[in-house]
């Protein structure tokens, strides 16, 4: 069974950092692009960032591009997204998903539960 | 950036009744759609994907059409388990973007 399983969230101050992982298991991970989505409360899903399954083509939002930087290390199936310059308005859940191809635009098929981010002071 | 226009961005029906969501692609995006059912505290599932193909395990009550920029997403007969918020999402090109999300509820 694909099991995709999100860590890291917190508590973080304005301008602080924080990296959050996704261990994945089931699939061959290095096969596979992977995406980050997030929703902040109350609001709708919003994509964040994308992997192609080797990690050289990585792609960003415009509002986290130069803040948030994306790694996969495929000999352990983990995937990182690196939070930097945080602002309260990426308080959110993240959730990482299974894209269906080797790289983004193929569509996902599978989502972890997601880790919450909360930035305040 | 593609925009994608979903309605209604909420409902309210009755079990059994046929419910219809639209999803409108501000451009050509193919059949480069996924629809998405996401209930509170739990990880998105896909239902569709490339615009009219039902996910395996899914429930055929479920279904899409559509191609270019005109979307529809159908649940044939609503039961309580589909109380759910629903979303489109094109990956014809990035920035990857989503529809505003159709909170469904049962009348």
């Known amino acids: 069974e694909v099991q995709l399983l999100e860590s890291g969230g917190g508590l973080v101050q304005p301008g602080g950092s924080l990296r959050v992982s996704c261990a994945a298991s089931?699939?061959?991970?290095?096969?596979?692009?992977m995406t980050w989505v997030r929703q902040a409360p109350g609001k709708g899903l919003e994509w964040v960032s994308s992997?192609?399954?080797?990690?050289?083509?990585?792609y960003f939002a415009d509002f986290v591009k130069g803040r948030f930087t994306l790694s996969r290390d495929n000999s352990k199936n983990t995937l990182h997204l690196q939070l930097n310059s945080l602002r309260t308005e990426d308080t959110a859940v993240y959730y990482c998903a299974k894209e269906r191809g080797a790289y983004p635009r193929y569509g996902t098929d599978v989502w972890g539960q997601g880790t919450t981010v909360i930035v305040s002071s | 950036d593609i925009q994608m226009t979903q309605s209604p961005s909420s409902l309210s029906a009755s079990v059994g009744d046929r419910v219809t969501i639209t999803c409108q692609a501000s451009q050509d995006i193919s059949n480069y759609l996924n629809w998405y059912q996401h209930k509170p505290g739990q990880a998105p599932k896909v239902l569709i994907y490339d615009a009219s193909t039902v996910e395996k395990g899914v429930s055929s009550r479920f279904s899409g059409s559509g191609s270019g920029t005109h979307f529809t997403f159908t649940i044939i007969s609503l039961q309580p388990e589909d109380i759910a918020t629903y979303y489109c999402q094109q990956y014809d090109d990035f920035p990857l973007t989503f529809g505003g999300g159709t909170k469904v509820e049962i009348k």
């Open positions: 992997i192609s399954h080797s990690g050289p083509n990585t």
């Open positions: 089931g699939f061959t991970f290095g096969d596979y692009a």
